[in-house]
């Protein structure tokens, strides 16, 4: 909760990752995506992917473009 900020409660309803898998990755497919913190970010997605066996997200999206990087 100190890090993220989401409560329990807020998570609650929200839809787990395996039933949206190929929809998120039909939308990334090929996409410039912007992230801020873009290796912790891309990490944790590319652990849920790994979970269903499914290739890393780079090997989806064209390009990951991390705000931090460009701020520091």
Do not use: C, W
Request: cysteine-free.
């Amino acid at each position: 909760m100190k890090v993220h900020g989401l409560t329990e409660e807020f998570l609650a309803y929200k839809p787990l990752f395996a039933p949206i898998a190929d929809e998120l990755m039909k939308y990334l497919n090929a996409a410039q995506i912007n992230i801020h913190n873009a290796a912790v970010d891309a990490g944790f997605l590319d652990e849920e992917l790994r979970r269903l066996r499914r290739p890393k997200s780079v090997t989806h999206v064209a390009e990951i473009n991390d705000s931090l990087m460009r701020a520091r």
